[in-house]
């Protein structure tokens, strides 16, 4: 007879798995960073996630899928059911630059994807190693001018927002600098503060430290206010620089076809979040500005993006493939 139990109670045990799987499936949002952990974007990923997961009574679980130009990344968020259960911490990368670098890409940013709302934007400065011989940005400006190609600049990588801002500023204002690229901001910025390589454009996320101790000059920046982080820095266009906004941008994106109920509940919950007090000081820390807004407002700017960087990827000759 206890035999016979055990046998039934195994039995129904095994019965129970796949609905429990199931159930706890239904109640999981895969968030897919396409970065490593612990840089800038996964953090806000991982803040965002911890103040929407109340909300949506959902377990977020996020998951760091680097490589590519985070074309893995969104790889696997467009092959995903577009059930509401995944979604990606897309940037500059796929929704405006990558449709331009590569000749073949596994993804469409306009067709493979549902646009679910913006997270924010992160401003770049233009920045110069303390011992350059231009002090001002308008010394920075003669002195290019007076040694076209022979000032060079750092950025974390060929395609990356810092590269292709230098490219719009150098096509914008007719000057010639040569690029240095590099693996990651970290080494590129090793080499500018030590004057390896004197100037390059840098996000706050990344360099705010290094701009506020000093170890680094900043000239001007790249958005369209002055930051209370660094309210003694012009921007560009004060500088009569008026054709270069230059920043990254993220937002939240999820596998094309999914229904429009679960993209509002999505996107408003995203909205909530991004209002929050806490998660406010945290984008302010890492200087950047939140970007709330309805799922079509995002897709708008998103694809206006890709069209504002196209013509400069393009005259610049830069390739990824």
Known sequence: MSSRRSFLAAT???????????????????????????????????????????????????????????NIGAQDVARSAPDGHTVLQ?????????????????????????????????????????????????????????????????????????????????????????HIPYRGAAPAMQDVMAGQVPVMFLDLASGLPIMQSGKVRVL???????????PGVPTLIEENVREVEVFAFQGLLGPAGMAPATVQRLNGELNKALADTAVLKRFLDFGMETMPGTPEQFRAFARSESKRWGPIIRAAGITLD
Do not use: C
């Not at 095994?14 to 952990?37: D, F, G, H, I, K």
């Open 90 to 178: 897309a940037d500059n990368a796929l929704m405006a630059f990558n449709e331009h670098l590569f000749k073949k890409l596994p993804v469409d940013p306009e067709k493979d994807f549902t646009y679910i709302g913006g997270i924010g934007k992160f401003p770049l400065a233009l920045v110069v190693h303390p011992d350059f011989p231009a002090k001002t940005f308008k010394e920075f400006m003669a002195y290019v001018r007076a040694n076209p190609g022979k000032v060079n600049y750092a950025s974390p990588g060929n395609g990356s927002p810092h590269h292709l801002a230098m490219e719009m500023f150098k096509n914008r204002t007719g000057t010639y600098l040569v």
């Open 12 to 70: 129904a045990a095994t019965t129970l798995l796949p609905s429990l799987s199931a159930r706890a499936q239904a109640n999981t949002l895969r968030w897919v960073v396409p970065y490593p952990p612990g840089g800038g974007t996964d953090v806000l990923g991982r803040t965002l996630a911890e103040h929407m997961r109340g909300p949506l009574g959902m377990t977020i679980i996020v998951e760091n899928k680097p490589g590519a130009s985070t």
């Open 220 to 230: 001007a920046f790249g958005g369209k206010a002055r930051t209370p982080l660094l």
